[in-house]
C-alpha cells in the first residue's frame, strides 16, 4: 500500500512544484475583467491591476510572476493554497473577505452602479419580478441576492458572460462594479446602455489580497503602493485608462 | 471537516437537487419521444433516411455537452433575429436553453442506442411476424420495438445515469442546480471541501435510488427472458 | 462569419492544450483502470471491497464534482502522503495535473469495468493450457490473458477515450486554458460567442473523428487472425 501511494506520489510529482520557488513574487488575477484584468491575443493578461503589479514589483526590487487566468469563485482558495502569494484581481476589501484572507491598504476605489439599456423604464427602487444579474461571488452579488428583495436573481461564472446576457435582454438590469462598466458603456455593445439609479456601496475600497500569516509581504506591498502614489507612477497607469482619479 | 456548515446549507441543497431533478426527468422524457423515430430511421435501408439524422447524433454525441450549452445559450443570443424573433421568449430563459439542449443531447445517445438494439432483434422474430402476415406498422408496435427496448434497458439505463451527472453543467447558464446551489454557496463561505463532498453524496444518492428502481424495472420487463 | 479577428493561434493552442489533456488523462485512466481490475478480480476480499467503491463513487458523482474535488482536495492528500513519508515541505498541485488526474480518475472507474469484463471474457481453458505448459503467473497474464483481452477491451476503451475527449472541456471551468477556455478569451474580446463556440464544436468534431479512426485501425490490429461474425 505504501508503495502504491508513494508509486502515485510521484507520478503526481512530475507536474509539480514546490511552492518556496526562491524570490519569484507570484501575483494571481483572474484575467476576464477589462480593463483592470483581461487576457490578450497572445496568452498574456493585461490591465490596470498587472499595470500596478508589475510597478509594485518594479518598486520592491523583486521578481513577478502573473498568475492568469484564474477562477474567480476559487480565486481565494487558490490563494490560500500557496498557488499564488498575492491576488491583484480588483478584489474589494470585504468583512466578509476578512475573516479568510488579509488585505493591504487599498489602490483603487469603486462603487456599484446598476446598467440598464437606455430609454427602459426600469426603477432601481423597485425591481422585483425583474431579472437582475450578477458575477458570482462579487460584492454585486451580494448586493442583488441579500439586499435587492424578490428580484429573479442571475449568477455568472464571470463579468463577460453576465454583459452578454445584459446586451440580449435576458437581464434587465446588471450590478457591477461601476469602473469596468464605465469602460463597458464606452465598446460597441455597449452603446445603448446606461447607468440607471445611484451609486450604491460608496466607501467600496479594492485591496490585494494575501494570506493571513504573510504579515511581512503585507508591509512590503504597503510601502512599495505608498511609493508609486508619491512619485507619479500610479497617476501615470490610472491616466492610461481612465480621465480621472480612482484612488 | 465542518459539519455544521453543511448542515445549515442542506435546504439549499435541496432545492438544487429539485431543480436537477426535474430538468433531468423532463430531458429524459423528451429525449425519449425524439430517440424513437430517429432510432427507426438511422435503422432504415434507405441511405438518404439513415443518414440525414446521422448529422444530428454525430454533432451531439461528439461535441462537448458544455459546448452545446453555450452555443445555444450564449452563441445565438449574438444574432438580432433570435432576439426579435418569436422564438425569443425560449431562447431568453436558460431553463429552456437547458431543457432542450439536454433533450437533444439525451435523445441522440439514446436513438444510437436504440438503433443498436433494433438492429439486434432476432430475425426470426420479425420474419415469424410477416409470414402472419402483420403489416409493416403492426410489426415494429408489437414486435421489433417492444423487444429492442427491452434490450435496450442496461444501456439505457446507464444514458440516464450519465443525463443526471451531466446536468451539473446546467450552472455554468445561471441555472441554481445542485451544482448551481454548490458553487454559490462556496463564494460566501470558501468550504470548498465540505459543500462538493455534501454535493457528491446527494448526487450518489440520487444515482443509486435510481438504479434501484431501474433493476426493479428489468426485472419486471425481462421475466419472460430466459437469461 | 469565420474571422478569427487574430485569436487563431490561440485557440490552435487550446485545441492542442485540449489533447494533451485527453492523453494524460487517458495515461493515468488506464494506470488506474488496470489497478481496479486487478484489485476487483482479486482473491482477497478488503481489496475487491475497494475497487468495489472506486468504481461505484467515481461513476456516481457528476464529472465536474470530481474536476472540483480533486483540484482543492487534491493538495491535501498528497501533502498527508508525503507527511507520513517525513517530507517536511509543501506540494502544490498545478492545474493540468489536478485536470488531468480527476479525468484520469473518472475514466479508470469506468475502464476498471471493461477491463474486467475483457480478462473475465478469455476462455479459461487457455489459461489453464497455459498452466499446465509450466508458465509462471506473470507470463501467463502477459502472454495469455492480456492480448486477449486488449481485443475484447478495444471498443470499449475507445468509446470511454471519446468520452473522455469531451470531458476536457470541463477542466475549462477551474480556467486551464484549453480548448473551451480559450475560446472564451476570444470571445471577451470579440463579443462573437457563436462564431466561436461554433468553431470549437468543429474542432471537437474532427478531433472526434481522427480519434474514431484510429479506433477502428486499432480494432482491426487487435483482431488480427480471428475471424469475426459478418453481417
Known sequence: MKKIALALAAVLGLGVGMANAGDTLRIGTEGAYPPFNGIDKEGKAFGFDIDIANALCAEMKTKCEIVAPLDWDSIIIGLKKKKYDAIIASMSITEERKKAVNFTDSYYSNNLAMVAKKGSSVDPKNLSGKAVGAQRATIAANYVTDVLKGVDAKLYDTQENAYLDLASGRVEVLVSDKLPAYDWLRTKEGKGYEFVGDAIDVKDKIGIAIRKKDDDLRMKLNIALKAIVANGKYAEINAKYFPFSIF | ?227 | MFDLQGFGPQIAFGAWMTIQVALGGLVIGLFLGLLGAAAKLSAYRFLRWIGQLYTTVVRGIPEILVVLLVYFGGEDVLNRIAESFGYDGYIEINVFVAGITALGLSFGAYATEVFRGAIQSVPIGQIEAAIACGMSSPKVFLRVTLPQAMRLAIPGLGNLFQVLLKDTSLVSLIALPELMRTSSIAISNTREPFTFYLIAALIYLSITCVVLIAQQYGERWANKGVRQVRT
Open chain 2, 1 to 227: 471537516m465542518n459539519w455544521e456548515e453543511i448542515f445549515i446549507a442542506l435546504p439549499k441543497f435541496w432545492d438544487g437537487a429539485l431543480l436537477t431533478l426535474e430538468l433531468v426527468i423532463l430531458a429524459c422524457i423528451a429525449g425519449f419521444i425524439i430517440a424513437i423515430p430517429i432510432a427507426l430511421m438511422r435503422a432504415s435501408q434507405n441511405w438518404w433516411v439513415r443518414n440525414i439524422p446521422l448529422i444530428y447524433t454525430f454533432f451531439f454525441r461528439g461535441t462537448p455537452l458544455l459546448v452545446q450549452l453555450f452555443l445555444f445559450y450564449y452563441g445565438a443570443a449574438q444574432f438580432d433575429f433570435i432576439r426579435e424573433g418569436f422564438l425569443w421568449p425560449v431562447f431568453k430563459e436558460a431553463y429552456w436553453c437547458a431543457l432542450i439542449v439536454f433533450a437533444l443531447n439525451t435523445g441522440a445517445y439514446t436513438a444510437e442506442i436504440f438503433r443498436g438494439a433494433i438492429q439486434t432483434v432476432p430475425h426470426g422474430e420479425v420474419e415469424a411476424g410477416v409470414a402472419i402476415g402483420m403489416k409493416k406498422h403492426t410489426l415494429y408496435r408489437r414486435i421489433v420495438l417492444p423487444r429492442a427496448l427491452r434490450m435496450a434497458l442496461p444501456s439505457y439505463g446507464n444514458e440516464i445515469i450519465l443525463m443526471l451527472k451531466s446536468s451539473a453543467l446546467a450552472y455554468t447558464i445561471t441555472l441554481m442546480d445542485l451544482t448551481g446551489v454548490t458553487r454559490t454557496i462556496i463564494a460566501r463561505n470558501y468550504l470548498a471541501i465540505e459543500m462538493y463532498f455534501t454535493a457528491g453524496v446527494i448526487y450518489l444518492l440520487l444515482t443509486f435510488v435510481f438504479i434501484q428502481v431501474w433493476m426493479r424495472l428489468e426485472k419486471r420487463l425481462l421475466r419472460f427472458q430466459n437469461v
